[in-house]
């Protein structure tokens, strides 16, 4: 009861912390939602199944489950009949998926699943879909295809496959997305056997046909129905769906350290104004542990309350970043909002757990108040800097710098998060220092006007120093809105900067023949291109006899393999391997290594040599005609023409760079979405900073009110007093500020470092100042407006 009384009384004090976790709970929850939403569905072309059989799972050189190993025709063939049999089975139906897409008017026909469009006729069934016209295809020169494509029964269509364009003739068309053809023809394009679709007859009992097929599979695979049919899932989805949960992974970070970095600070500012109130309660018997009690309770309340407003504001903004995930391409085909329980329990769950550790640090403090202090203005233990935040302070900052002195080294994958994490601990670092920061600052800064006779700086000079911590909990949510404006529009552009010039610098001299319109080249087109780099990726398997033994999918090892047409590489029998891949497979130089390729077959592979890592040459690399041997439906990447050679552009679906065009269009492939991403980062940041800053100067104006009242009453104006807070509020600003972007910058140095040594460039910091100054202004005007607010609304109360 004593909890809620004090939340009522003082709610005003608790209002910044109650809109911080409301803020920060409706962020989590909108996008726990859009997680929840956009997991895998059963697509529409396996709705008609029972189940589907499935070969065994490898795992990639972490030991992550990965891709499925397909099965070889001969071990497929004995599935199929057994699954064939099965009580309640009408069809055993071999799925096979590979590149297909019509060519019209010399220009491929816009289709995002056109890499596994192609089918056999009898995946038809599986949606199903029906014949609208015509008949099933008999020859491998015949196709059916969505009615939808508009091509009619007996016309000539232009196909592009892995060959190459080939004419087709549309003997049907079907109610439903891809292009069917014969199943010879299917057979030869997806030689391997990764899926066994099982077709029902109508009434059959599934988890009957589920509980047989399961037994004719045995160890050589799995059965899945229901939802788990969602495992098989279009590339081009999967990655859309990566996408955005990366993006709203990183909102939901951010959101939540800003919750408890700015949670924190204000309870800490709230408690220490309640010093005597606290020596009050100390002094009729309260113990440190009731003390405690109430300070957590207090924030418990404060965080329930957040919470369930949090996440009614969850739901409700939650189209609203539907939208924006859709206007930046990173969300399924026919995404919609599904509101589950799970998300609104767990964010209602991080929001009090949010607000009880925010109040930890003040609840500490509140402990430390000894009874004498009811008599003591609550100020003076303002003054003070306790051993304890000295030692956390130079604790977090050592981290810090070792985090950005990482940012250099590491990975380019794992280098923004590393950024990222390095600019949040010295943003806690900044703030638990920040006090040491505050007086000799506001000392310096107000030096110049100490003379001009002027009461307003030597009263903000005053405040500053006798009151160092109320200051540094007022700068610490300047300190996050600047650094992460700083941080991330840095990113941004030196990455701008960087990428391109460095993959410019790689390819200098080349013309780059690259995919537009289709999701590779075909064979055709590197027939067109007979010189220079053109690499052959498939995904093939190491270890995969011990798995077909019994002795599990896990001795699987999947791993990208790049066929070479370079004289180097380009030898049969033979494969190159990088140090790290070589490592991680226990392989060194002369071994003999069985590889299992997409097709099912296993071919002896030895390891000719064991070279330094090199992102251009791959890490494992063997002929291009033994890559294309075992998988018909691989594509090839980009084409590099050397200077002395002439590229050809002459099969439709291709573009011609040179060196700087292609280094900028391969950036601009993900540059809207980087954009995106930190523009929405940095608007949560500053957002969410300057409720804290508002909030926070409000409470210090409200705290000031018997300050106030001693300047009037010593003659002072009422626009003399405003200006005094305004001043104080905007030298507070500028420290915070200054402080923001003193923590980004060895991050940021730190990643230029890293990119000009991973792009071989001279690559320099850059910074936004477009973003950093936006958010300064925003934070200012915000603590200025708030501060010059209540202390005018204080001053007309103490006039009535």
Not at 16 to 23: D, Y
Not at 133 to 142: I, N, Y
Not at 421 to 439: H, K, Q, R, S
Not at 600 to 611: F, K
Request: with cysteine.
């Amino acid at each position: 009861m004593l909890i809620l009384a004090n939340v009522r009384e003082r709610r005003s004090g608790f209002l910044g912390a109650f809109v911080a976790v409301l803020v920060g709970v409706a962020l989590i929850t909108t996008t726990l939602v859009i997680y929840d939403s956009a997991k895998a569905k059963v697509q529409p072309r396996y709705e008609g199944t029972a189940a589907l059989a499935l070969p065994p799972q490898a795992v990639d050189t972490d030991g992550s489950p990965e891709d499925r190993m397909p099965w070889n025709a001969s071990e497929a063939e004995p599935l199929v009949s057994g699954l064939e049999k099965v009580p309640g089975v009408a069809d055993a139906v071999v799925d096979r998926s590979f590149y297909a897409q019509a060519i019209r008017d010399g220009e491929p026909v816009t289709d995002e699943g056109a890499l596994e469009s192609g089918h056999g006729f009898s995946s038809t069934q599986m949606a199903p879909y029906e014949l609208v016209s015509g008949r099933a295809p008999a020859t491998t020169d015949e196709v059916v295809v969505d009615r939808a494509l508009g091509a009619t029964v007996g016309s000539e269509l232009t196909v592009n496959t892995t060959q190459g364009r080939k004419q087709f003739k549309v003997v049907g068309t079907v109610d439903g997305p891809g292009y069917y053809f014969s199943e010879e023809f299917a057979a030869g394009q997806q030689p391997g056997v990764s899926t066994i679709a099982l077709i029902p007859d109508e009434g059959a009992d599934t988890g009957a046909v589920v509980a047989v097929a399961k037994k004719v599979v045995g160890d050589h695979g799995s059965v899945v129905s229901g939802d788990g049919r969602a495992e098989l899932q279009p590339a081009y989805i999967e990655h859309k769906r990566f996408l955005g949960v990366q993006l709203i992974s990183a909102m939901a970070l951010l959101g939540l350290f800003t919750t408890v970095f700015v949670v924190a600070s204000m309870l800490v500012l709230s408690t220490g104004m309640r010093r005597r109130e606290i020596g009050l309660l100390r002094t009729i018997g309260a113990s440190p542990k009731q003390i405690r009690r109430m300070i957590l309770g207090e924030a418990a309340v404060v965080g329930l309350a957040g919470s369930v407003v949090g996440c009614v504001a969850g739901v409700a903004a939650t189209p609203l970043l539907l939208s924006t995930l859709k206007g930046l391409d990173v969300t399924p085909p026919g995404m919609q909002i599904g509101i589950a329980a799970w998300p609104l329990l767990v964010a209602s769950v991080i929001g009090i757990g949010v607000s009880v550790i925010g109040a930890w640090s003040a609840g500490r403090k509140a402990t430390e108040v000894a009874p004498i202090e009811a008599l003591l203005d609550s100020r003076s233990a303002n003054k003070g800097r306790g051993r304890g935040r000295w030692i956390a302070g130079l604790s977090v900052l050592g981290l810090g710098v070792l985090l950005a002195i990482g940012t250099a080294t590491t990975t380019a994958d794992s280098r923004i998060n590393t950024g990222i994490f390095a600019t949040m601990t010295l943003i806690v670092a900044a703030a638990l220092l920040a006090p040491v920061f505050v007086g000799p600052v506001g000392r310096l800064l107000t030096a110049p006007f100490q003379r001009s006779g002027r009461a307003t700086p030597v009263l903000v000079r005053a405040e500053l120093v006798a009151n160092p911590r109320r200051a540094a909990s007022l700068v610490a949510p300047v300190i996050a809105a600047v650094g992460f404006a700083v941080l991330l529009s840095g990113m941004v552009e030196t990455m701008r900067v960087a990428y391109p010039a460095g993959e410019a610098l790689k390819v200098a001299g080349q013309t780059i023949v690259t995919p537009d319109g289709t999701p590779g080249n075909t064979d055709e087109v590197v027939a067109a291109n007979p010189v220079g780099k053109a690499a052959l990726p498939t995904r093939a398997f190491v270890g995969a006899e011990r798995a077909q033994d019994g002795e599990g999918a896990g001795a699987a090892t999947v791993l990208d393999v790049l066929g070479s047409r370079d004289p180097k590489w380009n030898k049969q029998g033979q494969a190159v391997l990088g140090k790290r891949t070589a490592g991680e497979l226990g392989l060194k130089q002369g071994q003999e290594v069985p590889v299992r390729f997409a097709d099912g077959a296993t071919v002896t592979l030895t390891v000719a040599q064991v070279l330094p890592d090199d992102p251009a040459r791959g890490d494992f690399v063997v002929a291009r005609d033994l890559v294309r041997a075992h998988d018909p439906a691989a594509l090839t990447d980009d084409v590099f023409v050397p200077a002395d050679a002439e590229a050809s552009a002459a099969v439709p679906g291709v573009m011609l760079h040179d060196a700087a065009a292609f280094a900028l269009a391969d950036y601009n492939t993900d540059a809207e979405l980087t954009d995106s991403l930190a523009t929405m980062l940095i608007v949560i940041a500053v957002g969410y900073s300057v409720i804290a800053v508002a909030n926070s100067m409000a409470m210090a104006a409200h705290g000031r009110r018997r300050d106030f009242a001693v300047m009037k009453s010593a003659g002072g104006t009422v626009r003399q007093l405003l200006f005094t807070s305004a001043g104080e509020t905007t030298l507070v600003v500028v420290i915070g500020a200054a402080l923001g972007v003193l923590v980004t910058l060895p991050p940021l140095a730190g990643m230029a470092a890293g990119l000009s040594e991973a792009t071989s460039s001279d690559v320099s910091l850059h910074l936004n100042s477009g973003s950093v100054v936006t958010a300064v202004i925003g934070t200012l005007a915000a603590a200025v407006l708030a501060g010059i607010a209540v202390t005018a609304k204080t001053l007309r109360r103490q006039a009535a």
